[in-house]
């Protein structure tokens, strides 16, 4: 058991992150480690689901870890199981809730990081998606990484196919590990001792979530999650007369509104029932009243939170919707040119036989690039039940 068996199919990476720790605990010793090995700001980048935030947390882990008769990252101390859990004091990880990271947000978060570690080794700041960072909210961080306290380590995940969108300035003082796709015997392997998923459905799993390591977990242990899969891919054969059209996009929008609701319901209550009980509902006596007003406010600041994290949910699995459509074009081309390429569906290799027996090659490109239109159109905030209609009406003519 490590820290490291978090990381699917990333030897490189862990290699590097691996030395950088072992560096970082000579420093907490006392000692002067070779210089370069341990920075105090990373940069990791990677396609969708190669586990960015994953191989972060892994290494802030490493980071925190107690074990010192060993290489750093054992798995099972304190230190790393607080990490990995997420609940260590000085491991703090910034998620966006709705579409950007505030300056508000951050420049909290920078004040905290500039304290010394409370109980572990290191300050660990860990920032998912920082291309949400705001123009504002990245100005803040750049202050801290240009001048970082001591014992402070920043850890920033972004995706590769968007790196212009953290600013070159904070890119240039991090240092970069770069991540690849993991092939799907490294992800099946992983879902089979780590999740323990049967053989067969992590193989299945594996083969069908183009790479993405979180979407092959979850189509292996979610049944709905397989369903909607199904039901998106039989959509580029079942448009078959205009009326399809629009029967088909509010199913791809029914959909991703109800991975939405799933997805948020149970924390949405949970938080507003945390902050009335702070707030003192329920309770009596001398300033019950003044306690509810207040009340007020802050309820509707986190409906608008939450809001803005349901928006942001629905449009990710719209594009996880819009990324499974692609893959069913690209097998459909891939068949008809006859090219030897690992389809992206093979369980649906019947489908696409028939889609590149119907349409021409010129046809399949056309639908092809009418959802990778798409899913920028939704990316620059088109609404999307416009974006979506606009998409089938191009697939289903051709």
């Given at each position: 058991?490590?820290?490291?068996?978090?990381?699917?199919?990333?030897?490189?990476?862990?290699?590097?992150?691996?030395?950088?720790?072992?560096?970082?605990?000579?420093?907490?010793?006392?000692?002067?480690?070779?210089?370069?090995?341990?920075?105090?700001?990373?940069?990791?980048?990677?396609?969708?689901?190669?586990?960015?935030?994953?191989?972060?947390?892994?290494?802030?882990?490493?980071?925190?870890?107690?074990?010192?008769?060993?290489?750093?990252?054992?798995?099972?101390?304190?230190?790393?199981?607080?990490?990995?859990?997420?609940?260590?004091?000085?491991?703090?990880?910034?998620?966006?809730?709705?579409?950007?990271?505030?300056?508000?947000?951050?420049?909290?978060?920078?004040?905290?990081?500039?304290?010394?570690?409370?109980?572990?080794?290191?300050?660990?700041?860990?920032?998912?998606?920082?291309?949400?960072?705001?123009?504002?909210?990245?100005?803040a961080l750049l202050k801290a990484v240009e001048e970082p306290p001591e014992r402070t380590v920043f850890l920033l995940c972004a995706p590769s196919d968007h790196p212009d969108d953290v600013s070159v300035t904070i890119r240039s003082r991090c240092r970069l590990v770069s991540l690849g796709s993991p092939r799907p015997a490294a992800i099946a392997s992983a879902l089979e001792s780590v999740d323990g998923v049967p053989p067969e459905m992590a193989q299945w799993a594996a083969s069908v979530?183009?790479?993405?390591?979180?979407?092959?977990?979850?189509?292996?242990?979610?049944?709905?999650?397989?369903?909607?899969?199904?039901?998106?891919?039989?959509?580029?054969?079942?448009?078959?007369?205009?009326?399809?059209?629009?029967?088909?996009?509010?199913?791809?929008?029914?959909?991703?509104?109800?991975?939405?609701?799933?997805?948020?319901?149970?924390?949405?209550?949970?938080?507003?029932?945390?902050?009335?009980?702070?707030?003192?509902?329920?309770?009596?006596?001398?300033?019950?009243?003044?306690?509810?007003?207040?009340?007020?406010?802050?309820?509707?600041?986190?409906?608008?939170?939450?809001?803005?994290?349901?928006?942001?949910?629905?449009?990710?699995?719209?594009?996880?919707?819009?990324?499974?459509?692609?893959?069913?074009?690209?097998?459909?081309?891939?068949?008809?040119?006859?090219?030897?390429?690992?389809?992206?569906?093979?369980?649906?290799?019947?489908?696409?036989?028939?889609?590149?027996?119907?349409?021409?090659?010129?046809?399949?490109?056309?639908?092809?690039?009418?959802?990778?239109?798409?899913?920028?159109?939704?990316?620059?905030?088109?609404?999307?039940?416009?974006?979506?209609?606009?998409?089938?009406?191009?697939?289903?003519?051709?």
């Amino acid at each position: 058991m490590s820290v490291w068996d978090e990381v699917v199919g990333q030897p490189d990476a862990v290699a590097t992150l691996s030395a950088a720790a072992e560096a970082a605990a000579t420093i907490v010793a006392g000692g002067t480690p070779a210089p370069g090995v341990m920075t105090h700001a990373w940069l990791f980048t990677g396609p969708p689901g190669s586990g960015r935030s994953s191989t972060a947390r892994a290494f802030a882990g490493a980071l925190q870890c107690v074990v010192t008769d060993d290489r750093p990252g054992c798995g099972v101390c304190t230190g790393c199981r607080t990490t990995l859990h997420g609940t260590h004091a000085d491991v703090r990880v910034v998620t966006p809730e709705g579409l950007s990271i505030s300056v508000a947000e951050m420049r909290a978060l920078v004040q905290i990081s500039a304290r010394r570690p409370t109980s572990g080794r290191w300050q660990v700041v860990i920032i998912e998606d920082a291309d949400r960072l705001t123009e504002g909210a990245a100005n803040a961080l750049l202050k801290a990484v240009e001048e970082p306290p001591e014992r402070t380590v920043f850890l920033l995940c972004a995706p590769s196919d968007h790196p212009d969108d953290v600013s070159v300035t904070i890119r240039s003082r991090c240092r970069l590990v770069s991540l690849g796709s993991p092939r799907p015997a490294a992800i099946a392997s992983a879902l089979e001792s780590v999740d323990g998923v049967p053989p067969e459905m992590a193989q299945w799993a594996a083969s069908v979530c183009g790479g993405h390591v979180g979407r092959a977990r979850r189509l292996a242990v979610d049944e709905q999650a397989r369903g909607r899969r199904e039901s998106v891919l039989r959509i580029p054969l079942a448009l078959r007369k205009p009326a399809d059209v629009f029967t088909c996009a509010d199913e791809l929008i029914k959909a991703a509104e109800e991975d939405a609701t799933t997805a948020n319901e149970a924390r949405n209550e949970a938080e507003r029932e945390a902050l009335e009980t702070a707030m003192g509902a329920g309770g009596t006596g001398k300033g019950t009243a003044a306690a509810t007003r207040g009340a007020k406010g802050a309820l509707k600041d986190l409906e608008k939170r939450q809001k803005s994290r349901a928006t942001r949910t629905q449009r990710d699995s719209l594009d996880m919707a819009l990324v499974d459509l692609a893959g069913f074009y690209r097998d459909a081309l891939v068949t008809k040119t006859g090219s030897e390429a690992a389809l992206m569906h093979p369980d649906r290799a019947g489908d696409s036989r028939t889609a590149a027996a119907q349409w021409s090659q010129e046809s399949i490109l056309r639908r092809l690039e009418a959802v990778l239109a798409c899913r920028e159109a939704i990316e620059v905030n088109v609404k999307p039940r416009i974006a979506i209609e606009a998409m089938v009406t191009t697939l289903h003519r051709g």
